[in-house]
């Protein structure tokens, strides 16, 4: 468990930060502002939340439950709920003061994948049994 937990916050953390400079190059790059939609707070949180909830899930499957076997299953739910939680980007309807309201999606989409790319990408340096 506790190496589990170290993983999702390391990766939290790193998907927060990549998240982070992504929304600024991307708010510099297209001179937007979406800072009245997402800041900084939310999203070290949500990273953090999400990848705290993929170790519990790996904690639940491998430890608790004994079946290693459906961490490939596991992996496949996870990539399920990120795609479908792009559908909250896309059906929010933004306040008419904003500039560019369009250009919200493309800020907000690619952020949902950071988290389980970053806590994916990190799995081989967490994991217990070495490979050859």
């Known amino acids: 468990m506790r190496k589990l937990l170290i993983q999702g916050i390391i990766a939290g953390i790193l998907s927060a930060i990549a998240c982070i400079i992504y929304q600024n190059v991307y708010q510099e790059m297209l001179f937007v502002d979406f800072g009245k939609m997402i ?3 939310s999203i070290i949180g949500a990273c953090l939340i999400s990848c705290l909830l993929m170790a ?3 904690w639940l499957i491998v430890e608790k439950l004994g079946k290693a076997k459906l961490k490939g299953w596991l992996n496949i739910a996870i990539m399920l709920f ?3 939680s792009i559908l909250g980007p896309i059906s929010v309807s933004l306040p ?3 500039e560019f309201p369009e250009m919200f999606i493309g800020l907000s989409i690619p952020m949902h994948f950071f988290p389980p790319m970053v806590f994916f990408g ?4 967490f994991d217990s049994k070495p490979t050859n």
């Open 122 to 125: 990190l799995a081989p340096f």
């Open 82 to 84: 990120s795609f479908i």
């Open 96 to 98: 008419l003061d904003i």
């Open 39 to 41: 800041n900084s707070g």
């Open 56 to 58: 519990v899930g790996y």
